[in-house]
């Protein structure tokens, strides 16, 4: 039986806040660039319009879609047209409130959605979005894969991977050049305690309160060693995960079988 291998791009986009339409024509040029063999492209949390730090209501609300907008038409589109997955995070318009809501959108048109756990309080979030209670879960090409918002990161219950549910977590951000560290250090931690790879993608640019965006992005291992590369000078990175590996290491180092049960209310 061949080896399950996935090829992932980590694309940290730069996003231009509140310019959806210049958002998504940016992406949809940018796949024009991505490696043909790639499996999973990841983009940063609410790649089309920039996270919205304190604006007010009616501002965000104007940014909302639907499952069935532009933005997923327009993802649906480029995961068929390129023959890969895409994850991520847009501005979610729900029955009376507003989500940040993530999504895995697959080839055949197979797309998860849920949202994201912990709001942002210092940046107003929790008062504009609704809480989501499930964190996403798929499987793809034999990969079993749990994706987390931003913020969520920096909360290790709701990142526990228990009895190796997951082989890998995404994580998608807006996370500022004043905290980068912190991103960064969360993202190896989660790998290494939860013995899985971690990939992390962050956008560039400046946000609307004048927060600047650097793009840190990493695809850590279940040893916490970085194995994102970037191959053309273009700004866009890649990770080739190998399952056979992640097999032989929790095998030969099975830290999980000694996790303390919990259970999450």
């Known amino acids: 039986m061949l080896e399950s291998k996935l090829e992932i791009c980590l694309l940290p986009l730069e996003i231009f806040w509140g310019e959806k339409g210049k958002n998504l024509q940016t992406l949809e040029t940018t796949f024009d660039r991505?490696?043909?063999?790639?499996?999973?492209?990841?983009?940063p949390e609410t790649f089309s319009t920039g996270f919205p730090s304190n604006a007010m209501q009616k501002e965000i609300e104007n940014f909302a879609e639907t499952d069935e907008g532009p933005t997923v038409s327009l993802l649906k589109r480029l995961?068929?047209?390129?023959?890969?997955a895409i994850a991520g995070s847009f501005i979610g318009q729900g029955k009376e409130f507003l989500l940040n809501r993530s999504f895995f959108?697959?080839?055949?048109?197979?797309?998860?959605?849920s949202a994201k756990k912990h709001l942002f309080s210092p940046g107003g979030e929790n008062n504009v979005f609704r809480s989501g209670?499930?964190?996403l879960t798929v499987e793809f090409k034999g990969w079993k894969i749990v994706m987390v918002v931003c913020y969520d990161i920096r909360f290790p219950v709701w990142c526990r991977n228990r009895n190796n549910e997951y082989d890998l977590l995404i994580a998608v951000a807006n996370w500022p050049v004043s905290r980068i560290d912190t991103w960064d250090t969360l993202l190896k931690a989660r790998a290494m305690e939860n013995s899985s790879y971690v990939c992390g993608v962050n956008c560039r640019g400046i946000d609307n309160l004048g927060g600047d965006y650097n793009g840190s992005s990493h695809l850590f291992n279940y040893k916490?060693?970085?194995l994102a590369v970037e191959i053309n000078n273009d700004g866009l990175l890649y990770a080739g995960l190998s399952m056979q590996r992640l097999k032989n290491y929790r095998d030969k180092f099975p830290s999980w079988k000694d996790a303390d049960l919990f259970t999450l209310l």
Do not use: A
């Open 224 to 226: 916490g060693q970085d």
């Open 133 to 135: 209670d499930t964190r």
């Open 34 to 43: 991505i490696h043909p063999e790639t499996d999973l492209v990841v983009l």
């Open 105 to 113: 959108i697959e080839p055949d048109g197979t797309s998860t959605f």
């Open 79 to 84: 995961s068929h047209k390129h023959n890969c």
